[in-house]
Each structure stands twice: as structure tokens, then as C-alpha cells.
């Protein structure tokens, strides 16, 4: 999967986060009221896996996107990269 997504441009990857994220919010929303069903909390480790691995590698090309996978050794680069309303996240 990480070779996949290497080769996702900005926009796919984006697009990838928020669709996973949305899937993780709603596997989370289910468990709270079946914690014990296996097949959602199987479903649940592996989209939180993608997510995971799709995080660190927009912010290995791109800039972190969450607090997570910024760099603490590095400057802060969000506060270099456009803003959402200056064209960034595009």
C-alpha cells in the first residue's frame, strides 16, 4: 500500500484521508454500540492503517496535515505553506 501511495498525486492522497477518516469516525460510532462485533473492529484496524500510513505520506511530500505526523525537529510547515483560502490543500 505505501508504494500506492507514493505514487498518488496531492489531490488523490487528500481525497484518500478524508474518505479512510470518514470511514474510521463512523467505524467508532458503530462500535460504541457493538464493541464487540469482530468484523467492524477488524474493519476498523485496517482503514485506521491506511489512514495512518496515508497521513505520514502526504506529510512526507506535502506538509503534515495533523499535529501527528509533524516533524518536532523541523519548523512548523504549516506556517509556510499556503492557507486552505490561498490555494493550499488543493
Not at 39 to 53: G, L, M, P, T
Not at 55 to 75: K, V
Request: glycine share 4%.
Amino acid at each position: 500500500m505505501t508504494n500506492q501511495l507514493n505514487q498518488m498525486n496531492r489531490q488523490q492522497l487528500f481525497n484518500l484521508i478524508n474518505t479512510v477518516s470518514f470511514a474510521v469516525d463512523e467505524l467508532l460510532l458503530f462500535l460504541d454500540t457493538h464493541p464487540d462485533d469482530a468484523e467492524a473492529i477488524k474493519a476498523f484496524h485496517h482503514y485506521s492503517d491506511i489512514r495512518r500510513n496515508a497521513l505520514q505520506a502526504y506529510s512526507d511530500q506535502y506538509g503534515p496535515l495533523t499535529i501527528d505526523t509533524a516533524n518536532p525537529c523541523s519548523h512548523w510547515n504549516w506556517a509556510t505553506e499556503p492557507w486552505p483560502w490561498e490555494g493550499g490543500c488543493k
